[in-house]
């Protein structure tokens, strides 16, 4: 493996989540220590052997970056695929010209283990045709799909130049303005109440999945995972589908029955890392992160960040609720939260929704402690001695007139 394949290797895992800057120092450790007993190894083969990996993953990604050295001659029909512009873990995304229209598109093509499983091809040719069917100006529109020489691909609607979130974030290297992330939230947000109007849910937003373009307009893109509300099936039963950093708890344990408000919590961590500049919750492994998604103490954002406005700190909290009952009861009221923020107003479904709660949410704005049960609510009132008094005299008299009653129709 040359040098420049190990470099491109480190930079997939970690940019995947596969692996973190210490695993692959480990693995590093044991090539090293190869070279000088003079063993044959490679790097992939070091990160399994440190058990940073395993062989089935190693092979996937050294698939997937076989994927980026397609030439851009590939046959697509009625496209003229001219450049590589982006890359994800299972497909590589070519800017094109749709030659029967004459525009510029985008082509995502796939190869893989999972386009060569027929079950599974089919099921991503079927929800590429379902996206199909979702129109609005914050979605990446897909075009057309299908297959050819072995490849399976969509054609889209291009972004260009191609700009994520992702990248925003890595130029800035620290958080974005508050108004210019919640502008950006809002229109995500629309973009997702489109979708679950529709009864779809994305399943994978983060911040590598919204697009800018150079008018300031942000769309969320790459459908892939997207699927029908209750469409769960079986073998989906203790998956985890998503990305660690923004997964949703109930993805986390596999629960297939998933709706809108996945969604809502994913983009909520997207929201969080936008306004503090890092991740909600981090860790050495993939695994310890989606831990932390389903037991770990959320610190508020604005604690994270103390120039952020008390009112967007409460809306990214009720997103992020570990359970989604707590969460938003649909993204419509997320909006009207949202929109309030962006005018300078406190956010009103928050507030609401919180009730008993809005004393604590205050208190954290504060920095203040608060003491919280399990599930991060507040804990049942104690009733005072004189409510505990008060019931006992009431059911005393109730007890006496009951008797009372009985002795009387006994007499009669």
Request: proline fraction near 6%; include cysteine; glycine fraction near 8%.
């Amino acid at each position: 493996m040359s040098a420049s394949s190990e470099a491109r290797f480190e930079q997939y895992i970690v940019e995947h989540g596969l692996a973190t800057e210490d695993e692959l120092k480990q693995g590093r450790r044991l090539l090293n220590k190869a070279v000088v007993d003079g063993d044959a190894l490679t790097l992939p083969e070091a990160l399994v052997k440190a058990g940073v990996l395993t062989r089935n993953q190693t092979r996937r990604v050294q698939a997937a970056l076989k994927e980026e050295t397609l030439s851009p001659r590939l046959k697509i029909p009625g496209v003229q695929l001219i450049e590589r512009i982006g890359r994800g873990s299972q497909a590589v995304v070519y800017k094109a010209r749709q030659l029967s229209v004459d525009r510029m598109v985008a082509v995502k093509v796939l190869l893989s283990e999972m386009a060569r499983d027929p079950v599974m091809r089919e099921r991503f040719l079927q929800e590429v045709r379902a996206t199909a069917k979702l129109s609005h100006n914050n979605i990446v529109q897909a075009i057309d799909a299908g297959e050819t020489d072995g490849y399976i691909y969509f054609i889209m609607e291009l972004v260009d130049p191609p700009r994520t979130v992702a990248d925003l974030l890595k130029e800035v290297d620290g958080p974005l303005e508050e108004g210019e992330a919640v502008r950006t939230i809002i229109q995500i947000a629309e973009a997702l109440a489109h979708a679950h109007s529709r009864h779809f849910i994305h399943r994978d937003v983060k911040p590598r999945n919204i697009m800018l373009t150079k008018d300031g307009v942000a769309k969320l893109a790459d459908m892939g995972l997207a699927r029908h509300i209750g469409e769960g099936t079986w073998d989906e039963i203790g998956k985890a589908f998503g990305t660690p950093y923004y997964i949703a708890p109930e993805q986390v344990v596999g629960n297939p029955d998933i709706d809108f408000r996945a969604d809502i919590y994913s983009l909520g961590a997207t929201f969080y890392e936008m306004l503090t500049g890092q991740p909600p919750f981090t860790g050495k492994t993939p695994q310890l992160i989606m831990q932390k998604h389903v037991k770990g103490r959320l610190i508020p954002p604005d604690h994270v960040n103390p120039d952020l406005s008390a009112g967007v700190g409460e809306v990214v909290e009720l997103m992020m609720a570990k359970r989604p009952e707590d969460r938003y009861k649909s993204t419509e009221d997320l909006l009207v939260d949202l929109r309030c923020v962006a005018a300078g107003e406190p956010p009103r479904i928050a507030h609401a929704r919180v009730g008993k709660q809005v004393a604590i949410i205050a208190g954290l704005a504060e920095g203040e402690g608060v003491r919280t049960d399990e599930r991060g609510l507040p804990p049942l009132e104690e009733p005072s001695p004189f409510e505990v008094n008060q019931l006992a005299i009431i059911l005393i008299v109730a007890l006496m007139v009951s008797i009372l009653v009985t002795i009387i129709l006994a007499v009669m």
